[in-house]
């Protein structure tokens, strides 16, 4: 029955009773092999599509922010995390996080972050800073920005542009609704320990925000990413430059 | 001719998936709220019916019995995941609005409904033409739901305003219980009692005597 032949081989596979144990897994590997063949080839071929897309939607979601801020462009800036300075070119370096210190559970991260800042005039006072902030939550990478008033303590606003969270419950974290939750809650106290959290029924506390029923661990992948986010292993060297510029 | 013309028209009117079968529904439900999101979640049904149904149908003398469900299955599934990367490509925005539920048309009941009841059974291009059918008889229940929704719901259609609301200075006071999925359960359901009562042979009166075999499907 087996050939050398291909034509003939394949002709006899054919051939076979469709109950025999050749044909059936010979037609489950045939259907698997070129419908994984199908989408693999699609998302290779649409990938730069996506990639378009989603950092289009990350920018429009600044653009906004900066429109229910109202006042003009914000400049775009590259901060070396570690030392807070900035800096010209990015090297795509990455530093891994020891498990104890990666309170968003990120694995590692990137050493150069790229800010927005809003100031008046070239030089001048800053206005808004606006900082990408990303982090896990219950099932998927939470990925938005975070804009800070002038006084870096100051919540201006918080969007999610980014996330696979459960639909109707995580997912409302992109719902206008839930966002605006955020803007005038105090990040810090005034000696700058970072309090801001999500908990069940808030209340009106200044650090306090008020999660979404059914998404405790969505909740919780927030308060995570924003402490790991304005600690000292994310913005907090950079908040500290620019605190000690305001005050000088 | 004739049989393919009425392969093709039957499933629209006279034997329409969502009526008559009630399947489908849940998409139905969740999607009809504007008429937009309704329409691209049909025109992906559409194509993940026709193309499943007609290839399924294609290779239907070699598939296995003991695993056809699953050779179905992981033909609809590649498809939708294929129709879902070119709406994220190249429809971004509703696609972000249709969120799960375009991947959710692998458990859409028609879709295994006619490849298991019709595709197994019958050629190629008969299976093509009975999958734009049900497509197209899916897509008139989510329009007319979609309509009566967004209409009464927001005061547009397609987005342009026709009713002034009045948050907009108008008259229109948009009804909330039309922005709720609840709602489309509602307007199927009177719906479905309107085509029954004006084609009594569909109600399910002579139950429980099951229907006959080349038609049984699963709900959902």
């Known amino acids: 029955m087996m050939k050398a032949n291909p034509i003939s081989w394949w002709r006899s596979f054919l051939a076979l009773p469709n109950e025999n144990m050749t044909k059936t897994l010979g037609m489950a590997l045939l259907v698997a092999l070129s419908c994984s063949l199908l989408v693999s080839i699609t998302a290779v071929l649409l990938k730069p599509l996506h990639m378009a897309n989603r950092l289009g939607h990350g920018e429009k979601h600044i653009l906004e922010i900066m429109d229910s801020l109202g006042g003009g462009l914000p400049t775009k800036r590259l901060v070396e995390l570690a030392s807070g300075q900035y800096t010209d070119v990015d090297p795509n370096t990455r530093t891994d996080l020891p498990a104890e210190r990666d309170l968003a559970r990120l694995g590692s991260r990137e050493d150069v972050a790229t800010v927005f800042e809003l100031r008046d005039g070239v030089g001048g006072k800053l206005k808004l800073l606006i900082v990408p902030v990303r982090g896990t939550g219950y099932k998927s990478t939470l990925k938005g920005y975070l804009a800070l008033k002038a006084d870096l303590t ?8 980014e996330h696979d969270e459960t639909p109707g419950l995580g997912s409302r974290i992109d719902e206008a609704e839930w966002k605006a939750l955020w803007p005038g809650k105090q990040v810090a106290d005034e000696n700058g320990a970072i309090l801001i959290e999500v908990v069940k029924d808030a209340g009106a506390g200044r650090h306090q925000v008020d999660g979404i029923s059914g998404a405790t661990r969505t909740g919780t992948g927030i308060t995570r990413l924003m402490r790991f986010w304005l600690g000292a292993d994310g913005y907090g060297p950079y908040l500290a430059r620019l605190r000690a510029e305001a005050g000088a | ?143 007319a739901i979609a309509t009566v929704r967004e209409l009464f719901g927001a005061g547009t259609l397609m987005n342009i305003t026709i009713l002034q609301t009045t948050a907009d200075g108008g008259w229109f006071t948009p009804l909330g219980v039309m922005a709720l999925p609840a709602s489309a359960f509602f307007l199927l359901g009177l719906l479905v009692w309107a085509v029954r009562t004006i084609r009594p042979e569909q109600a399910e009166l002579n139950l429980p005597q099951p229907p006959p075999q080349a038609e049984q499907e699963e709900r959902s």
Do not use: W
């Open chain 1, 154 to 161: 100051t919540v201006a606003a918080l969007t999610f542009y």
């Open chain 2, 1 to 143: 001719m004739n049989i393919h013309n009425r392969t093709l028209v039957d499933p629209i009117l006279v034997k329409n998936p969502v009526t008559l079968h009630v399947l489908g529904i849940c998409s139905a439900l969740a999607v009809t709220s504007t008429l937009v999101t309704a329409l691209v979640m049909s025109v992906s049904l559409i194509v993940v019916l026709a193309i499943s149904s007609a290839t399924i149908s294609l290779i239907r003398k070699h598939i296995p019995q003991s695993i056809r469900l699953i050779v179905q299955i992981t033909i609809i599934a590649s498809l939708v995941i294929v129709v879902d990367m070119l709406l994220q490509a190249y429809l971004f925005s509703i696609s972000k609005r249709l969120s799960v539920f375009v991947s959710l048309i692998v458990t859409n009941c028609i879709v295994l409904g006619r490849a298991e009841s019709f595709a197994m059974h019958n050629s190629p291009l008969a299976s093509l033409l009975d999958g734009i059918g049900n497509g197209l008889g899916y897509t008139l229940i989510l329009v």
